[in-house]
């Protein structure tokens, strides 16, 4: 019998990182069961995952990404990702609409504003909130401004 019938399979991608190990933990905490899926693209980094079912995935930088993510959905039954990363969060909340799975991402303008930092930064003072002196620099004659 499947240990995790009727359980809510979270999919968690970079699940080695310790941004994802500590919500993972905070899944194992709580009162109700989940099977939890991780992915990530480093070998080590997936050795200490701490995740029911474990897949080893191309970076969200390669092509193949969010194809294989898709593989992961169907294989797996996952219903719901939940993404840390910038880089795979950039990729995915883009491409959202070729996943079959449930999230709760803000709209994807806001997902690359709040990746850009300097983005954030510019729309902030824009709208009138106190702001430290920010400068994106370009060259190192830059520090001298």
């Known amino acids: 019998m499947d240990d995790f019938m009727g359980k809510k399979r979270i999919l968690v991608p970079a699940c080695g990182g310790s941004p994802a190990l500590n919500y993972i933990r905070s899944l194992r905490a ?28 191309p970076s969200a930088k390669n092509q193949a990404y969010v194809s294989v993510l898709k593989d992961v959905i169907a294989q797996t039954g996952a219903e719901f990702i ?23 991402f803000p709209s994807k303008e806001t997902v690359r504003v709040c990746i850009d930092k300097f983005e954030s930064y510019r729309r902030w003072a824009a709208a009138g909130l106190p702001q430290p ?7 190192p004659e830059d520090l001298d401004g």
């Open 30 to 57: 709580a009162p109700e069961a989940f099977e939890i899926i991780g992915t990530d693209c480093d070998k080590y980094s997936l050795v200490r995952a701490e995740v029911d079912r474990k897949f080893l995935v």
């Open 82 to 104: 939940h993404l840390q990363n910038d880089t795979e969060l950039a990729v995915v909340s883009e491409r959202r609409d070729d996943l079959p799975i449930r999230h709760f």
């Open 133 to 139: 002196r920010t400068l994106f620099l370009r060259t």
